[in-house]
């Protein structure tokens, strides 16, 4: 299953879709264990971003999850890359809340014109997306990511940002194993986070197959912890010529 015309139509509207319970609660557990774990051994601070591609087989796996994969071929195409990846962890701590600035970034044409939303044809062209699972719920108004629906379509998206405060500013609330996609054409950040709580999202960038955000070989270092054909190729650098598609897995 890929998207239905329903989805189609929100994401266009929006440039923002969120699709609920993609990842089962028992797996959201026993991912939160292994990055607990991880921190406890790394002895490092995990607050803001860190990386976690490499922690254990399943974050592979989750970068090729058969219905996002489905998802997000529409939004990019059939030759589409992991660009990069990171986890963001938040708390309501001093030491948290001071490494994040309430911030609006992104918007259509940003970073050198990467950042795309367009439609030719009867066909959707984006240029950088992200998948961003949540591992702790988002409750209203506990902050974190932020964005200003419909902006990946805005006139003056390059000339105007409103203030992080703004009515036209949403903050989504997520159940852990909620997926939610955005374009980065759509101007998005982050807001400080307020709950006792804790966020923790994994965010995963996909970008069409002749194109990088990022250093273009920057995901070669992930390739001895990769599984099978189709993780490879998602870790494959950008090219067009004698590029194949990815061989998609069914989706029930
Ligand atoms: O999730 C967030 O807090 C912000 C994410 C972001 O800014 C990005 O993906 O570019």
Redesign the pocket.
Known sequence: MGMTDAEIYEFDLNGIIVYRDLIGRDDVSRMNSLIDDKIVQDGKDYSHSFSFLDIDACFMDLMAHPRTLGIIRHMIGDWLRLDHHYG?QMDNTSVSKGK?KP?L??GPRQDNGEHEYQWIDGKMYNGLI?V?YALEDVNPGDG???AVPGSHKSNMGVRHKPPVDSPLVTNPSLKAGDMLI?T?ALV???NTWTSDGRRR?L?Y?YSPGHSAWSEASGQERYLPITQNDLQRDLLRPPSVGGRKPLNFPATK
């Open positions: 963001l994040t911030n970034h992104g992200v961003m974190g990511f932020i955005f980065e998005h950040g982050t999202s965010l960038k």
